[in-house]
């Protein structure tokens, strides 16, 4: 029986404190209070003695995604023309460990998978049989921890002004802005813009980089910087053509973010921020961060001479969380914007489509568009990116459920383009029991460029329904 118990606990811990840093420690920040709703189904973890500073916490997250995709000209899916493709995929499995082996050190692990449908994201099974089968389940964090000034003192258990950490590995304690540290199971919208990470899946595993670490409080400014080794890249420039990603001198990179906390302070028990608490408590963080990596990207300005250039990504966000009214009705207000300015090296410029389905039309005859096939859109690059979210929670009306309509909007102004392009998301979310389940519809309109001109030449659409579970 308690082995049944042990393996109950693994799967059900909720991820409150081991994937979402903005969760409310009870015990060390008491200037940030929490609604309680009796129907909330709460955090589980395994002490280790009787005093509780040595334990495990283990959580599960699992978010699949249904999708109606109107596909960008010029896409074959399976090999057939589509303009439109429905399918389901899973967008993120994720199974998280983490311990305080002393009161000082603890350890911090998550594994998982992404972005697998019925044609990518495949591991093993993909083949002459079939594509998207079998994904490779990899660690996206793995990195230890030593608490040099702890947000408690242990002596007393009373929290302490200020706090500092230390720690290397596999991590995501990144740099830029709130939205660069993002919690997966506390957004506002359907999902992350993906922008937010400068060098996703390019000179990082997945936002993450392999490095050291500080991160704490001074009084009400929280910070995190990092020096890490960025993963190596070695695409190849084209004579006369634009800077891609090779950092082939392998110099390190240099990342921080911190935001000064106007009225309720967060816990960081973890890397991530959290986009969305249901506006239960009034929040205001100004923050701002930078990465920086010299040499990160080459250009080739004449056959067989290369140009390095410096990749500096600097951004400044607001964000805010408002109860709106009658305290009993629990509405509220969130509120998110932020700018990024990104320097690539000359109109560096990357495409990006979440679980594309398509490959390219080779027989298409049509204006085709610079994204290319599938939901490919323009993800990034040198220029400049805006982008504003909100969202509302409706009043009480239930004690499961909770409704929240929420809208995005992203301005993209990049070097290599001849147009601004206009992004929009609007969507609905359904929360039962908190946040551990989530039901959310979103569409999506992205516009798309002519790769002749490079202007925007028509818009496609995408709909998506999430289904989260956070246990």
Same mark, same amino acid.
């Given at each position: 029986?308690?082995?049944?118990?042990?393996?109950?606990?693994?799967?059900?811990?909720?991820?409150?404190?081991?994937?979402?840093?903005?969760?409310?420690?009870?015990?060390?920040?008491?200037?940030?209070?929490?609604?309680?709703?009796?129907?909330?189904?709460?955090?589980?973890?395994?002490?280790?003695?009787?005093?509780?500073?040595?334990?495990?916490?283990?959580?599960?997250?699992?978010?699949?995604?249904?999708?109606?995709?109107?596909?960008?000209?010029?896409?074959?899916?399976?090999?057939?023309?589509?303009?439109?493709?429905?399918?389901?995929?899973?967008?993120?499995?994720?199974?998280?460990?983490?311990?305080?082996?002393?009161?000082?050190?603890?350890?911090?692990?998550?594994?998982?998978?992404?972005?697998?449908?019925?044609?990518?994201?495949?591991?093993?099974?993909?083949?002459?049989?079939?594509?998207?089968?079998?994904?490779?389940?990899?660690?996206?964090?793995?990195?230890?921890?030593?608490?040099?000034?702890?947000?408690?003192?242990?002596?007393?258990?009373?929290?302490?002004?200020?706090?500092?950490?230390?720690?290397?590995?596999?991590?995501?304690?990144?740099?830029?802005?709130?939205?660069?540290?993002?919690?997966?199971?506390?957004?506002?919208?359907?999902?992350?813009?993906?922008?937010?990470?400068?060098?996703?899946?390019?000179?990082?595993?997945?936002?993450?980089?392999?490095?050291?670490?500080?991160?704490?409080?001074?009084?009400?400014?929280?910070?995190?910087?990092?020096?890490?080794?960025?993963?190596?890249?070695?695409?190849?420039?084209?004579?006369?053509?634009?800077?891609? *990603?090779?950092? $082939?001198?392998?110099? @390190?990179?240099?990342? !921080?973010? =911190?935001?000064?906390? /106007?009225?309720?302070?967060? %816990?960081?028990?973890?890397?991530?921020?959290?986009?969305?608490?249901?506006?239960?408590?009034?929040?205001?963080?100004?923050?701002?961060?930078?990465?920086?990596?010299?040499?990160?990207?080459?250009?080739?300005?004449?056959?067989?001479?290369?140009?390095?250039?410096?990749?500096?990504?600097?951004?400044?966000?607001?964000?805010?969380?408002?109860?709106?009214?009658?305290?009993?009705?629990?509405?509220?207000?969130?509120?998110?914007?932020?700018?990024?300015?990104?320097?690539?090296?000359? *109109?560096?410029? $990357?495409?990006?489509? @979440?679980?594309?389905? !398509?490959? =390219?039309?080779?027989? /298409?005859?049509?204006?085709? %568009?610079?994204?290319?096939?599938?939901?490919?859109?323009?993800?990034?690059?040198?220029?400049?990116?805006?982008?504003?979210?909100?969202?509302?929670?409706?009043?009480?009306?239930?004690?499961?459920?909770?409704?929240?309509?929420?809208?995005?909007?992203?301005?993209?102004?990049?070097?290599?383009?001849?147009?601004?392009?206009?992004?929009?998301?609007?969507?609905?979310?359904?929360?039962?029991?908190?946040?551990?389940?989530?039901?959310?519809?979103?569409?999506?309109?992205?516009?798309?460029?002519?790769?002749?001109?490079?202007?925007?030449?028509?818009?496609?659409?995408?709909?998506?329904?999430?289904?989260?579970?956070?246990?």
């Amino acid at each position: 029986m308690d082995k049944i118990r042990l393996i109950f606990l693994f799967f059900a811990f909720h991820l409150s404190y081991a994937q979402d840093s903005v969760a409310i420690d009870r015990k060390e920040e008491k200037t940030f209070p929490e609604r309680h709703n009796p129907l909330d189904i709460g955090e589980l973890k395994i002490n280790l003695n009787s005093k509780g500073d040595r334990w495990l916490r283990f959580g599960i997250n699992s978010q699949i995604w249904l999708r109606n995709i109107e596909n960008n000209l010029g896409t074959l899916v399976n090999g057939i023309p589509q303009e439109q493709t429905a399918d389901v995929g899973i967008r993120r499995m994720r199974l998280v460990l983490q311990s305080q082996v002393t009161p000082f050190y603890s350890v911090f692990l998550q594994m998982g998978i992404n972005n697998q449908t019925f044609i990518s994201g495949g591991g093993n099974g993909t083949g002459a049989n079939g594509a998207g089968k079998k994904p490779s389940l990899f660690f996206h964090d793995a990195y230890n921890e030593l608490a040099v000034i702890p947000r408690v003192n242990f002596n007393t258990g009373k929290p302490n002004e200020n706090s500092l950490y230390i720690g290397a590995g596999l991590h995501s304690w990144n740099g830029v802005s709130r939205l660069t540290n993002a919690s997966t199971t506390k957004f506002l919208a359907a999902d992350l813009p993906i922008f937010n990470f400068p060098t996703i899946e390019i000179a990082d595993q997945f936002a993450r980089q392999m490095g050291v670490f500080v991160h704490g409080d001074f009084k009400r400014v929280n910070y995190r910087f990092s020096v890490n080794k960025p993963f190596a890249t070695s695409n190849a420039p084209q004579v006369g053509g634009i800077a891609v *990603d090779n950092n $082939r001198s392998g110099k @390190l990179s240099y990342a !921080g973010y =911190a935001y000064y906390q /106007f009225f309720a302070r967060e %816990a960081t028990v973890t890397s991530f921020l959290s986009g969305n608490n249901l506006a239960k408590n009034k929040i205001l963080n100004i923050g701002s961060g930078f990465y920086l990596n010299k040499e990160g990207t080459l250009s080739q300005p004449e056959a067989n001479v290369f140009e390095p250039h410096d990749v500096s990504v600097f951004g400044a966000d607001v964000y805010s969380e408002i109860p709106v009214g009658n305290k009993n009705k629990e509405m509220g207000l969130t509120l998110y914007s932020v700018f990024y300015r990104y320097n690539y090296g000359p *109109d560096y410029i $990357r495409m990006s489509g @979440l679980m594309n389905p !398509g490959t =390219a039309d080779a027989s /298409f005859t049509g204006a085709r %568009a610079l994204e290319g096939p599938g939901n490919n859109r323009v993800l990034m690059g040198t220029g400049n990116i805006f982008f504003l979210q909100a969202g509302f929670v409706l009043p009480k009306f239930s004690t499961v459920l909770k409704v929240q309509p929420f809208v995005n909007y992203t301005l993209k102004d990049m070097d290599a383009l001849q147009q601004k392009g206009n992004y929009y998301d609007v969507g609905t979310s359904f929360y039962l029991y908190g946040q551990n389940t989530r039901i959310a519809i979103q569409y999506s309109s992205r516009p798309l460029y002519n790769a002749a001109s490079g202007k925007v030449f028509d818009r496609k659409g995408e709909l998506i329904i999430l289904f989260n579970i956070v246990l």
